[in-house]
């Protein structure tokens, strides 16, 4: 997360000192030609104040996501970049251009409190408590009537969030029993977070 926060701020710092050049990569709404800039667009911010707003609770929310291993992590954020982008893509003002990471944060908001119920593990669900706790706050951001706020970033990254969840959730094999018998699916012990 380090790695990542980083590189958010040495883009900053270098759109900053091109008079923020790189903005005309944010997601322009329905234009195919600017598909691929679903992928760029987290990257980018409108303003250190922006950047900064987003900086601690994606540093505290991708920490915990990526407890799980970086495969993981990378997979759920892939999923929650391209879901929070392409409903902003589809769903945006047409003339709109939307810049930021805060639709991963919602993602990440929503994997959490998701694995929690999606994989019943006492852990998971305590995660998912205390990040639903600590964090609720940011609920009122997926609904439409803030100036200058993309709530579609917001909750299709929250959508994103469960997707990744259910996506990359613990698999439990089934053992296979004779003929007349239970099926038992026990979860394996895990020592590791």
């Not at 990471?101 to 929690?116: E, H």
């Not at 305590?126 to 200058?148: F, R």
């Not at 469960?162 to 895990?190: E, N, Q, Y």
């Amino acid at each position: 997360m380090a790695v990542f926060l980083g590189v958010l701020w040495a883009v900053q710092i270098a759109d900053s000192l091109t008079h923020y050049s790189l903005l005309r990569w944010g997601i322009m709404p329905r234009q195919v030609g600017r598909l691929e800039d679903v992928l760029t667009a987290p990257f980018i911010h409108a303003s250190y104040t922006h950047l900064v707003d987003n900086s601690l609770p994606l540093l505290v929310l991708g920490f915990i996501a990526a407890l799980r291993g970086v495969g993981r992590w990378l997979g759920v954020t892939l999923m929650i970049i391209v879901m929070s982008g392409l409903g902003v893509w589809l769903t945006s003002p047409s003339g709109s251009d939307t810049v930021g990471v805060s639709g991963v944060i919602f993602g990440y908001f929503a994997y959490l409190v998701a694995r929690g119920v999606i994989e019943r593990r006492l852990i998971d669900l305590a995660v998912g408590l205390l990040v639903g706790i600590l964090y609720w706050s940011l609920l009122p951001g997926i609904l439409p009537g803030h100036y200058g706020i993309s709530w579609q970033a917001h909750f299709f990254g929250l959508l994103g969030g469960i997707l990744a969840a259910w996506l990359f959730r613990r698999r439990v094999a089934t053992t296979s029993a004779p003929a007349g018998k239970d099926r038992w699916s026990p979860a394996p012990p895990r020592l590791t977070g």
